[in-house]
């Protein structure tokens, strides 16, 4: 976000007042009240720093800025993950797929913890770093919500399947798991039989 001198209009209101003021007037429809889950996972992809990624934006002042905006916040602090020990490659396209029972397990215990955290406060916030945990995130509010949206704002598509990946990391395929029309490449990983679009 930029800083809190830069001018968005020839008002003179900045950027960051903007940003508050959007923000107070999307949340006072709700309670008022938001749910924080931290999410340290890393398996998605071959970065082992993405794991950390909650416990820094945690630490960056993320959280004084929810309350500053009057919110009620409930840390529900970090989810705790299972490496697998056996998590054999997986799929059936040229490139096979890695980690997939480790990243499916996680974004299982997401998705319910997104659950909880909206059933209590109405809103949720993720944070972490890999972009495999956004499978567990959108399936979550679709369990709550009817017909959810999705804005996906990043370099990349990240809507690769088990038949067009490259790499093999699921960390590129979160935006194919919300889409009915990619489901049928996804269902096959072991891991994810508990993951539908609906």
């Given at each position: 976000m930029p800083s809190g001198g830069d001018t968005c209009s020839a008002a003179g209101v900045t950027c960051d007042q903007?940003?508050?003021?959007?923000?107070?007037?999307?949340?006072?429809?709700?309670?008022?009240?938001?749910?924080?889950?931290?999410?340290?996972?890393?398996?998605?992809?071959?970065?082992?720093?993405t794991k950390r990624g909650a416990d820094a934006i945690r630490s960056s002042g993320f959280m004084e800025g929810l309350r500053n905006l009057g919110l009620k916040v409930t840390d529900y602090g970090n989810l705790n993950f299972i490496e697998f020990q056996r998590d054999p490659l997986c799929g059936a396209g040229e490139v096979q797929v890695l980690h997939s029972r480790a990243v499916g397990d996680a974004t299982k215990k997401i998705s319910a913890a997104v659950k909880r955290a909206l059933q209590d406060n109405g809103a949720c916030v993720n944070l972490g770093g890999d972009h495999s945990m956004t499978i567990g995130t959108f399936h979550g509010h679709a369990q709550m919500h009817h017909d959810p949206c999705l804005i996906w704002v990043d370099a990349h598509a990240d809507?690769?399947?088990?038949?067009?990946?490259?790499?093999?990391?699921?960390?590129?395929?979160?935006?194919?798991?919300?889409?009915e029309e990619t489901e049928r490449c996804i269902e096959t990983l072991p891991g994810f039989e508990w993951c539908h679009s609906r």
């Open positions: 903007q940003y508050k003021e959007g923000a107070e007037h999307h949340l006072s429809k709700r309670s008022g009240a938001v749910g924080v889950v931290g999410a340290p996972l890393c398996y998605g992809q071959d970065k082992p720093g809507l690769n399947t088990t038949l067009t990946t490259t790499s093999g990391h699921i960390h590129g395929m979160p935006v194919a798991f919300a889409l």
